[in-house]
Each structure stands twice: as C-alpha cells, then as structure tokens.
C-alpha cells in the first residue's frame, strides 16, 4: 500500500527551523535564493526525516539520507521505506512504498498549470500525440498535464528523472486512470492519477503516483497533515 503525506510548505517560510536536517541539507537550505524554495525542500526533508526517524528510532536530524548519483534521496538502513519527494503550489507530497516494494514516484501540479502546446513534442511521443482528445484547447491542456505529471512520476519512480527525456517513454491507459509506461528505459512501471480537491488543499492539485505494482497505484492513500 502506496501512502501520500501532504502538507503546507509556506508555514516553512516563517518556522525556518532547520535543526532536523543534516549539515549538508542545512548548507542547501541557506543556499536558495527564494524563501519558498528554502521552505519547499525544509518542508519536505522535514516529512521524510520525521517519519524514518520514528520508523528506526532516531532523531530526525540522525536519520542517515543520501543522494544518488542521478538525485535521487533515500535511506541506507535496512528495512527503511522507499520514498519520493514532491513540492508545487506552496504543497509538498512524500510518497511511502513498505521496505521491500522497490521504488515509487510521486509528483504533484496545481490543476492550473498552464501547458503551452508548442511543447507537446518535448514530452509527449506521437503514439500520445495522436491520442490527444480533439475537443476544446481546455480539454487538450488538461491531457498534456495529465501526461507531464505521469511522466514526471514514472522517471522519478524509474531514479533518472527527467535525465531520461519524457518525450522517449510512451504511456498507455484503458481508463485515464491508471496507466502503463509501455517503452522506453521505464517500460513496465505503473502509475495513476488523483485529484486532491480545493476542500483538501486549498487549490486543487493532480498528484501521479509511480511503481513497479499495477495493484500498489491503486490503493493509494492520502493524508494532509
Ligand atoms: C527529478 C525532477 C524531475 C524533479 O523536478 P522538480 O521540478 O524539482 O520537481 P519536484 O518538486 O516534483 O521534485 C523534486 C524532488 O525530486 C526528487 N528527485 C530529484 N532527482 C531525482 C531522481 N533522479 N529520481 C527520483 N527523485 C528525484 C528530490 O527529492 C527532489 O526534492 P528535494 O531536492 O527537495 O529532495 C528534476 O529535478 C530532474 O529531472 N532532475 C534531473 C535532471 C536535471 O538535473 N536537470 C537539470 C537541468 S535540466
């Protein structure tokens, strides 16, 4: 079972705190031009540290994170849980995968996102092209976030992000729901989508969820804290 933690990141911006990081994380907190951006990621080391402290019994500030060298975070200790970090829209989301499970992607957009057309080549492939519904341009602009935030998933979930470029993996669903990523260097892995309604966080906000398990993306749940 796929669990998403979603939570305010702006409160980060006035409670800087940033004693339950590491030193090189502290050093990267300073280091960002933007308050939001410092909050952003305080924000979500913050989620991800105090829950594998509780999970081996440390002080989140000892929970030992390393980064691979494509970016991706996570923990040595045996037994930890598999993680991924997203933040947009003033939210950060860390999904958990059970130790054993193997990776998982998340990644999270405001429904707003404006998604220029122009750019559809530079992430969609022509098999997705062709699949674009042929309605209203609102109706288009909604299916190339749907895609974007898939893809971005997936390539998490696969550990290169967006190194591997999104236009050179196809996805397919039956439902619009959950989808397979068919080709490419992350064939196989599985994703689905989900909005979060305003009534949940403020705006609302469509989160992909990634993994190797058909079943795993389905029985996503989600808590705000
Ligand atoms: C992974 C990536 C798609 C995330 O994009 P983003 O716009 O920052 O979006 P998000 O906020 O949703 O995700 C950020 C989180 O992704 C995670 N992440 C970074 N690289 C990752 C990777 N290779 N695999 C899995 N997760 C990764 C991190 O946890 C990061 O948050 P943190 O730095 O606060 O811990 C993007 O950073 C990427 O593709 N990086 C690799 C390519 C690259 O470095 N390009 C640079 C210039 S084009």
């Known amino acids: 079972m796929i669990e998403v933690h979603l939570a305010r990141s702006l409160g980060c911006i006035a409670d800087s705190d940033a004693s339950c990081l590491d030193p090189a994380e502290q050093a990267r907190h300073r280091a960002f031009h933007r308050a939001c951006d410092a909050a952003d ?23 030992p994170l390393e980064i691979d060298p494509q970016g991706r975070p996570g923990c040595p200790l045996d037994e930890s849980p598999q993680f991924s970090i997203s933040h947009a829209g003033g939210f950060v989301a860390v999904a958990w995968n059970a130790p054993g499970r193997g990776p998982v992607g998340v990644d999270i957009q405001p429904l707003d996102t404006p998604m220029d057309a122009a750019l559809e080549p530079h992430y969609l492939t022509l098999f997705e092209r062709q699949q674009m519904p042929s309605g ?55 994703a689905t989508l989900h909005l979060l309604p305003s009534s949940t966080t403020r705006q609302p906000l469509l989160t992909a969820v990634a993994c190797s398990s058909a079943h795993s993306t389905t029985g996503v749940t989600f808590h705000v804290l």
Do not use: M, N
């Not at 990621?41 to 929970?63: K, M, S, T």
């Not at 591997?164 to 599985?190: F, M, N």
């Open 41 to 63: 990621f305080l924000a979500g080391r913050r989620l991800v540290r105090e829950r594998l402290g509780r999970v081996h019994g440390l002080a989140p500030a000892q929970v």
């Open 136 to 190: 209203p341009e609102a109706a288009r602009a909604r299916e190339r976030l749907h895609y974007f935030v898939l893809k971005e998933a997936i390539l998490k979930c696969h550990g290169t992000g967006f190194r591997v470029t999104p236009e050179s993996i196809t996805l397919q669903s039956k439902d619009k729901r959950q989808w397979i990523c068919t080709d490419g260097t992350a064939r196989g892995l599985h």
